[in-house]
């Protein structure tokens, strides 16, 4: 009996010692991996703390991806931090669908790399298929572009290569995208592609106007965008409103140097989306060879581009003001059947350096209609010229015209 029973506290005291180191191990298995998910500091992924060096030098990009998984899993709101220092990076995609809101904090500069074989596809960060995202942090996203320009062929090639856009965003949805530096992208700066309630504001985006294809952001097949509030120079569009761009707000915009601000080109591939909802308001182009446009290419395929306004927009020293060009680009003879109507231009002063200061020439194919101008004051600044004034061209348009008109209406 007396035996029996030493037997059985034995068991009672194994098992209760093995059921108290159960939960110990769980316990502090639970303890290190909340210690692991948050660094510390519940939902912060430091780069940092994944294996970036930020020396300079070696390649970063596999550290970012490593920090931007585990916080696209983690659940819950995660930020992916990126310090001050600067980092070397070849090419990052940061994929979604995450398990909640994100936020890229980049306070950094970072450095692309300039050997062009790293990029199996045409972009240097992507983000992508991402439900609710905000990229802040007063950081630099330098494309080093000048080490490739020179491999850019497109002014000899229209279906040249293009070389990697510094930031994609692809499918990407309810983000904001605030105080952050493009610099020196290696072809566009920023490009938006199937995104939807995309708000970007506070951006500076620079390159110099030699550099080719450097457009500052390029949107196409997205809705609901707003852009406000930016310095954007660049050696091509500032802003570029691509195919199936629906609902665009561009606001507050200080674009130069570079080509305008665009809606376009439109037409040159097969099944492009219209192009509709498009507002540029509050926007100063200083020195740029087009002001507010719209490109067509002639022969294209048709699609519609249509309720545009251009109001309150001023002109410091810019070639084409107010141009509408059907036939951008032009290699081919065929009128564009890329339907333009409903533009609307409002409030539209400043200077011109070339004697044609609205030039609106559309398509015989498919003439504009609705075009309605209104208080348009542009003074010539040209430098030598036989005329002190400005005039304008319209061809296959429908304008109606009120208020202020200099240069004066054209006939149509
Ligand atoms: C747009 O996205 C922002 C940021 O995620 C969000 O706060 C806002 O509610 C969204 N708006 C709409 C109309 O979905």
Redesign the pocket.
Known sequence: MAVITERFQAKVAILALGLILALLSNFMAEATSRRGLGEGDSGVFDVTSYGAKADGKADDAMAFVKAWVAACKSGGSAKLSIPTGTYMAGPVVFQGPCKG?MTVEVQGTIKATTDISDYSSPEWFSFEHID???VNGGGTFDGQGAAVWKYNDCKDSSDCQLLPSSIKFMAV????VHEITSLNSKSFHTHLVNCD?F?AHDLTITAPGDSPNTDGMHISRSN?VSVSNSQIGTGDDCVSIGQGATQVSIQNIVCGPGHGISVGSLGKYKDEEDVSGISVTGCTLKGTTNGVRIKTWPGSPPSKASSIAFEDITMDSVKNPIIIDQNYGSSKKEPSQVKISNVRYTNIKGTSISPMAVSILCSSEAPCTGIEMTDIDLQFMGKSSKSDTVSSSCSNAKITFGGKQNPPACDV
């Open positions: 809101f609710g995202l905000i949805k309810n983000a904001i309630n708000t609901l």
